[in-house]
């Protein structure tokens, strides 16, 4: 790994140079009228905004730049990278970059709410069509991301934009790294606590599109039940317990690898006392099993996005939904 940045780092302010030619637009920031704030991201400041040509509404994101940096932050130079690329109705789309010097401003599309919010708006009531259109939404932008070789590894309800006509988009390529055939070490830090597969919380460093997977499960769950977390987890350890008391305790029997890996503990062998009926109660028998199929330890037993959307649970979905 430490090779690996070192040799990257040689090249990584001509690399930047190119990129920032190649995506970064001149066009001055005087070209969108703020409206309000919408709250923090990862990196900065996230405000609406209009476009006073089109007058079309966007959300600005605003990155600060260090002084004593080389500048732009690479992750979000990463952020460009990825967004530019991904061009798919359920990935939120990056209009244009405005850059200064001290400031970096990405532009995207505007969406009305996020999941997080619509949560919250619910009062413990979801309609199960509503549940079934966004699961398969979701699973159809992470295909395409996968297909593009691209993991999201932030995955969370904050993190999905849901727009009036009801539609859902990826949004925060901020931790989202390319990977190809050449093996990387990534960082484990990547994924929000509750949403992090049990690979990942003992310090696996080298995952696949695996991750994206246990998260998507959990956030089935937590529409399911109309906003309520499935693991919400206090630490590393109590995030792993909660998990090992709803599923068992994988086994290297189960899970080959798993006491090798880096901050594998032993924990008590617990044993499913509470079904899957009872923790979703509303899912249907083949939402249930989608959702097994899932949240499985063994990350190579995971269901692959493409695989999740064949699965019978959606073989009503409408074809306005399944074509859109």
């Known amino acids: 790994c430490d090779l690996d940045r070192r040799s990257a780092g040689a090249n990584s302010d001509l690399s930047k140079q190119r990129l920032l030619c190649a995506v970064i637009s001149r066009a001055a920031m005087q070209k969108y009228e703020k409206l309000e704030k919408i709250g923090e991201g990862t990196y900065g400041t996230v405000f609406k905004a209009k476009n006073r ?3 079309e509404i966007v959300a600005l994101k605003r990155v600060r730049l260090d002084d004593d940096d080389e500048g732009v ?3 979000a130079l990463r952020e460009i990278c990825l967004l530019k690329e991904l061009k798919h109705k359920n990935i939120v789309r990056l209009h244009d970059v ?3 010097e001290k400031k970096l401003t990405l532009v995207f599309e505007h969406c009305d709410q996020d999941l997080k919010k619509y949560f919250d708006s619910l009062n413990g009531e979801i309609d199960l069509e509503v549940v079934k259109s966004f699961m398969f939404q979701l699973l159809r932008g992470l295909a395409f991301c996968h297909s593009n070789n691209i993991l999201h590894r932030d995955l969370k309800p904050q993190n999905l934009l849901i727009n009036k006509n009801g539609e859902l988009k990826l949004a925060d390529f901020g931790l989202a790294r390319a990977f190809g055939i050449p093996v990387r070490c990534y960082s484990a830090e990547v994924v929000t606590l509750w949403y992090r597969p049990p690979d990942v919380l ?4 080298l995952y696949t599109t695996s991750i994206d997977m246990w998260s998507a499960g959990c956030i089935f769950a937590e529409l399911a039940n109309a906003g309520r977390p499935l693991f919400p987890g206090s630490d590393v350890d109590d995030q792993l317990k909660r998990i090992f008391k709803l599923l068992g305790t994988p086994t290297e029997d189960t899970w080959p690898g798993m006491t090798q890996l880096p901050d594998y503990k032993s924990f008590p062998l617990y044993h499913p006392t509470t079904s899957f009926a009872q923790v979703v109660p509303k899912l249907s028998c083949r939402g249930r099993d989608l959702l097994q199929k899932l949240l499985v330890c063994n990350p190579s037993m995971r269901l692959s996005a493409d ?6 649970y ?3 979905l409408p074809s306005s939904i399944r074509n859109g």
């Open 53 to 55: 040509e089109t007058q």
């Open 307 to 312: 695989e999740a959307m064949q699965h019978p």
């Open 314 to 316: 959606f073989s009503d």
């Open 202 to 205: 003992f310090g696996a460093k």
């Open 98 to 100: 405005l850059h200064s």
């Open 73 to 75: 932050p690479s992750s």
